[in-house]
């Protein structure tokens, strides 16, 4: 992935022009960006040289509820995992197998991981974009 300061061919950008936005342009702006996926100067150069700008639609909001629910089991599995970790370290007796407790913890974060990704992805396919001009 190219730095902030350079091209993908790697050629270094050092001219910098300032543009002045009024507060309402900035927030539309950034929106704009944010909904595109990329930075505000990587979208302001790529309208600025009338290059492609595909803006994805926003998953729909059940699909947020279910993201952050997702969320929210992996950070209750990561505070099991710690409890352990620490009761093992200090000497307390543990009734489980930390190995096998460890592994479902891996395994449930991986899948819900994959899970959120496949939530935000929806409705990203390319007969869900729209170009902007």
Known sequence: MPSKTKRADGVARKITH????????????????????????EFIRRA?????????????????????????????????????????????????DKEQLQKLVESLGASIRETQMQLLECGAADDDTEELD
């Open 18 to 41: 300032p543009v002045r936005f009024a507060a309402d342009e900035y927030e539309q702006l950034k929106k704009k960006a944010y909904e595109a996926r990329v930075s505000i100067g």
């Open 48 to 96: 600025a040289l009338r290059r492609r700008v595909v803006e994805l639609r926003p998953p729909p909001q059940l699909n947020w509820k279910l993201y952050e629910e997702l969320q929210a089991i992996g950070v209750n599995l990561n505070q099991i995992a710690k409890a352990v970790n620490t009761a093992v370290k200090i000497g307390q007796e543990v009734n489980i």
